[in-house]
């Protein structure tokens, strides 16, 4: 099924007290080597035909004013997966 | 920085009531052509080095066994981000 995969992640100067609360347990786990955990959003709009460009453009217009929060968020990638 | 992103959703038998209310809203905004919306998870692993095949592993490893329910989520994705 064709989609658009909309990426959103909370701010890299904001706190994310979920990535950090996993953070700490990975690094408990043995898994030091991993220094942050930042846990965002992976929204997945389905289509029935591949989407077009304006469709694509159209998304990422509404990924930034709907999908995430500007202040506190950022939309860090939007895709088509055929 | 070098990263690993774990992406997460739900599972496709499973309601997903978020993004059903968000498709909703978006059809109602006039974009009809988007059949459904799921949302998931995308979670960021910070290394300080780039991560090794078996260190991608272990991550695939507790990406499934930790990081996500497999009752009721699919890992979708497990990336080295350099």
Redesign the interface.
Known sequence: MPKIIV???PKADLLDPQ?KA?AN??NR?G?T?????????????????T?TEA?LE?AKA?AAD??SNGVIEDVVAVTVEA
Chains 1, 2 share one sequence.
């Open positions: 990426e959103v992640m990535g996993v347990s990975l786990k898994h080597e991993i220094t942050a955990v930042r846990i965002g959003k992976r929204i997945e709009l389905h289509y029935d035909e989407p469709q159209e509404f709907f999908l």
